[in-house]
């Protein structure tokens, strides 16, 4: 329930009386925690509105431990509300979501009570050590609960944590994150392939020219021509396709930006939208009905078996990236046209560049070649 429809509750109860009233009220009658029963809300919500309408009571001195002491689980419900008010996407209140409640899970199961006053440094190392080390997550109930668990995995968790501590600080309700006390997981970074431009002329020209074909066409050329993100491209609408090829994105976090359609990509998409029965949504089905990211994953895996390459959006974001530093754009403007929040992707795919000349300029400069042929660079 969002904070608004709480409010609203609880004056309707209260016979429609000021929520400063209500809780004055309650205040005087007993601690933090009577006060929560008694509206059907956490402690560090009544926390919060006693610092928001300058309540103290009697039981001031106590304020604090009985924060601390608040059910997890509550504490976890408000965080995810203010989460979805700031305007998250329900891909991360979901991620959110799901890496709280196993973690929930996991403190049931050590028999550790599930309050605040446990979401510590330790408690937290000794969870992650469970991932790390456990053959048999969460009850085993799913296939990749059985798997052994990778670093990206370990650190989403890490993440998930991190974003709850700071909200917890913001909201003052604790002064210190106990994950600043957490060192972030090691990550590896692979080197992502791009798609080689051959393959992705052959894939383009294999497209037939029914609505599917130039639908598709067209979804590849988009991707490869601005790097956006899977649910960047299925969530387009056309009140963001403006004049002059530009194109209006919403990312992560619904942060807007722009971006470039190269005159060839507009020519592929007005060819697909003439066919396309009219509505909101760009990409749809035969019948007009939105196309599901599903569907794009499909298209991409089945396009990669077909021509033997790796194949998927975050392919095509990749190639994209690689290609433009490759032409000479810098990490900064990448950054702007991608949607990143910082550099570090950008300058990790200038890093890859960087490895790909290095290779190039070892064939050239080898001491093995040289001892072999007795020149630089002779084949």
Same mark, same amino acid.
């Given at each position: ?238 009140? +963001? ?75 095509? +974001? ?7 530093? +490759? ?53």
């Amino acid at each position: 329930m969002g904070c608004k429809s709480a409010i609203g509750r609880i004056r309707f109860e209260h016979g429609g009386r000021s929520m400063e009233q209500i809780l004055r009220d309650l205040a005087a009658k007993g601690n933090m925690e009577f006060v929560a029963g008694q509206l059907g809300i956490s402690v560090a919500s009544v926390h919060n509105y006693y610092k928001q309408f300058g309540i103290n009571g009697k039981h001031k001195q106590s304020a604090a431990a009985e924060v601390t002491d608040s059910p997890l689980k509550q504490v976890i419900d408000d965080f995810l509300v203010a989460k979805e008010v700031s305007g998250k996407t329900k891909a991360t209140i979901v991620f959110y979501s799901n890496n709280l409640r196993r973690f929930l899970w996991w403190l049931e199961k050590e028999g550790i009570p599930a309050k605040l006053s446990n979401f510590t440094p330790a408690v937290l190392r000794r969870f992650l050590h469970y991932l790390q080390t456990s053959s048999e997550r969460f009850g085993g109930l799913s296939i990749t609960s059985r798997r052994p668990v990778n670093r990206t995995t370990i650190d989403a968790y890490w993440r998930t944590f991190q974003a709850l501590g700071k909200w917890l600080i913001n909201e003052e309700i604790i002064t210190e994150s106990p994950v600043k006390r957490i060192e972030r997981p090691g990550q590896l970074k692979p080197v992502i392939p791009d798609i080689p431009l051959e393959k992705l002329k052959e894939v383009l020209n294999s497209f037939p020219d029914d609505f599917i074909g130039k639908r598709n066409r067209a979804i590849c050329y988009i991707f490869l021509d601005t790097g956006i993100r899977l649910n960047e491209l299925v969530s387009l609408t056309s009140d +963001r396709l403006l004049d002059g090829g530009l194109l209006k994105v919403f990312g992560k976090g619904q942060k807007e930006r722009i971006v470039r359609l190269s005159p060839a990509t507009v020519t592929i998409l007005n060819d697909y939208l003439a066919l396309r029965k009219d509505g909101a949504h760009i990409w749809t089905t035969t019948k007009g009905k939105p196309l599901q990211d599903s569907a794009v994953k499909s298209l991409c895996r089945k396009l990669g078996q077909k021509f033997g390459v790796k194949m998927n959006p975050h392919a095509f +974001r990749h190639t994209f990236a690689i290609n433009y530093l +490759r032409a000479g754009g810098d990490p900064f403007t990448l950054q702007m046209l991608g949607g990143w929040t910082d550099l570090d992707m950008p300058r990790s795919y200038a890093a890859a560049l960087k490895q790909e000349d290095a290779l190039k300029i070892h064939q050239k400069a080898s001491p093995v070649e040289f001892l072999i042929h007795g020149a630089r660079g002779d084949n």
